[in-house]
């Protein structure tokens, strides 16, 4: 069965800290896609990044950075110095190659002034 | 680019009653999704359709859900008769590619009072 578990429900951090948010996944298949989404209040799902399987590059899109270890079936995702702007829920989520996503629950993200 | 559109923003009413929500994918993409967020939780897959088929309705409550997309492009998703448990955000997302980068609409807010 696929599975995609964001044990952090909620994290606060004061402004400027540093930040991880940890995603653990489940699959057999050998073939998938890891996504990274923003959710702020507004509701729309902002996409942040997509990585597939067989690319464990990490990646630095500014302030914010993944590590995805196949060997852990992790894909964690970091925010360096964060700001107010960056709190909302983040969702995880597994794509394999029939198309469906499966989401996470979700981290909700407070970043205090 | 423009994105994906769905109307309307919210909607309140009572069980029983029926509700239908719209959705425009961004031109030119194939495949199009209706996702289901109860307050707490991750996006959960619906409907799928690729143009104007539909790939995968594993998850749609057929007694009460229905959705078409119609010469492959704008899409309509209905309950009737909506149930207190239908309360939840409904999002609608397009792909280009079967394994795409999402891009997902705003989200229509159903309240079943």
């Known amino acids: 069965a696929q599975k995609v578990t964001q044990a952090q429900t909620e994290i606060s951090v004061v402004e400027k800290e540093d930040v991880t948010l940890d995603c653990v996944y489940e699959?057999?298949?050998?073939?998938?896609?890891l996504f990274w989404y923003k959710q702020p209040p507004s509701g729309e799902l902002v996409f942040l990044i997509r990585?597939?399987?067989?690319?464990?590059q990490n990646e630095i899109s500014g302030r914010y950075s993944w590590n995805f270890q196949k060997s852990t079936s992790s894909f964690n995702f970091t925010i360096t110095a964060s700001q107010v702007v960056d709190s909302a829920v983040y969702f995880c989520?597994?794509?394999?190659?029939?198309?469906?996503?499966?989401f996470g629950t979700g981290t909700s993200l407070t970043v205090i002034p | 680019e423009a994105g994906v559109a769905q109307s309307p923003r919210y909607k309140i009413i009572e069980k029983r009653q029926s509700v239908a929500f719209w959705c425009n994918p961004i031109?030119?993409?194939?495949?199009l999704y209706w996702y289901q967020q109860i307050l707490g939780q991750g996006p959960k897959l619906l409907i799928q359709?690729?143009?104007?088929?539909?790939?995968?309705d594993s998850q749609l409550p057929k007694d009460r859900f229905s959705a078409e997309r119609l010469k492959g492009v704008d899409s309509t998703l209905k309950i009737q008769p909506a149930k207190l448990e239908d309360s939840a955000v409904y999002l609608c997302?397009?792909?280009?590619?079967?394994?795409?980068?999402?891009?997902f609409g705003s989200g229509t807010r159903l309240t079943v009072v």
């Open positions: 997302a397009s792909s280009q590619d079967r394994v795409g980068g999402y891009t």
């Open positions: 699959t057999r298949d050998t073939t998938y896609y």
């Open positions: 990585r597939n399987s067989f690319d464990e």
């Open positions: 989520a597994l794509i394999l190659t029939g198309n469906q996503f499966y």
């Open positions: 031109s030119g993409h194939a495949t």
């Open positions: 359709f690729q143009n104007n088929g539909v790939v995968d």
